[in-house]
């Protein structure tokens, strides 16, 4: 495990689930966060249960934190969160086209359901 990150669900601009299908769960930390910018593979606690998430940590100029939950539909809007994050899977890129960043994320969800699934086993 790299880091634990506590924080609140704040809302986004909604562009990651409106736009490319992945709604992602903005988390808010008072936390400075010191890891490289990237897309990491972790799991998201929130109510007591846990999500394997792909977690996107950059971009903006700014640490800016975003999980995708696996296996997760519902409004947490609002709720204190722990974020896991366990393994680096893939570099940000620059945002090209909605139709380049929906196959980036596709492909990054894959590398974290893949790694993930291998942990628990």
């Known amino acids: 495990e790299l880091m634990t990150i506590h924080g609140t669900i704040v809302k986004g601009l909604g562009i990651a689930g409106r736009d490319l299908g992945f709604p992602t769960a903005n988390i808010a930390s008072n936390i400075p ?32 934190i975003e999980a995708h939950l696996l296996d997760f539909a519902g409004d ?3 709720e204190v969160v ?3 994050v366990i393994e680096r899977v893939s570099n940000l890129v620059p945002w090209e086209s909605a139709e380049q960043m929906k196959k980036k994320i596709t492909d990054d969800v894959a590398k974290v359901t893949q790694l993930l699934h291998r942990r628990t086993r």
């Open 82 to 84: 722990e974020l896991n």
């Open 33 to 64: 966060v010191v890891i490289d910018d990237g897309v990491y593979a972790g799991m998201l606690t929130v109510r007591n249960v846990t999500y394997n998430a792909a977690i996107c940590i950059g971009a903006d100029g700014n640490k800016k």
């Open 76 to 78: 947490i809007l609002g």
